[in-house]
């Protein structure tokens, strides 16, 4: 799977975004360990806290069918749909992510227009607090 393929499946997710009060409908495309793809898109609330981000709507996704290794993401979205700039995942996504991914080797394409950049999840959170810090 290529890191073009994965944006183009996070671009087909965004189309089912929920989005009428931010008006910016977000679409994720989670890539298993084994090679299965799950998408995920924003789903807001009037009651604002209880929206989901579409990494989240993806991870929960997978982790409902059994998958607990993800090796990469792609995440596009933007105003009104306009994707000309990267969306990067927010902070708790990000920590979320954390829960389930190698902070090093899991890498997140933040996806645009002409492409998408790339970083692993500890470029994006550095010096995070997962699993490992917690069990004895």
Same mark, same amino acid.
């Not at 609330?45 to 929206?51: D, L």
């Given at each position: 799977? #290529? $890191?073009?393929?994965l944006?183009?499946?996070?671009?087909?997710a965004?189309?089912?975004?929920?989005?009428?009060?931010s008006?910016?409908?977000?679409g994720?495309?989670?890539?298993?360990? #084994?090679?299965d793809i799950y998408?995920?898109c924003?789903?807001e609330?009037?009651?604002?806290? *209880?929206?989901c981000?579409?990494e989240?709507t993806?991870?929960f996704?997978?982790?409902?069918? $059994?998958?607990?290794?993800?090796?990469?993401?792609?995440?596009?979205?933007?105003?009104?749909?306009? #994707?000309?700039?990267?969306?990067?995942? *927010?902070g708790v *996504?990000?920590?979320?992510?954390r829960?389930?991914?190698?902070?090093?080797a899991f890498?997140?394409?933040? $996806?645009?227009?002409?492409?998408?950049?790339?970083?692993?999840?500890s470029?994006?959170?550095?010096?995070?607090? $997962?699993?490992?810090?917690?069990?004895?």
């Open positions: 799977m #290529t $890191g073009a393929e944006v183009a499946y996070a671009r087909e965004m189309l089912n975004a929920y989005a009428p009060y008006h910016h409908p977000v994720a495309a989670l890539l298993s360990a #084994t090679g998408l995920g924003n789903v609330n009037a009651a604002y806290g *209880c929206t981000c579409a989240r993806a991870l996704k997978a982790i409902s069918e $059994g998958e607990r290794e993800f090796s990469a993401i792609a995440i596009v979205g933007g105003i009104d749909g306009n #994707t000309e700039k990267p969306c990067a995942p *927010c *996504c990000r920590q979320v992510l829960e389930f991914c190698d902070p090093d890498l997140i394409l933040l $996806g645009y227009d002409d492409g998408y950049d790339e970083y692993t999840l470029e994006l959170l550095p010096e995070s607090f $997962g699993p490992d810090n917690v069990r004895r």
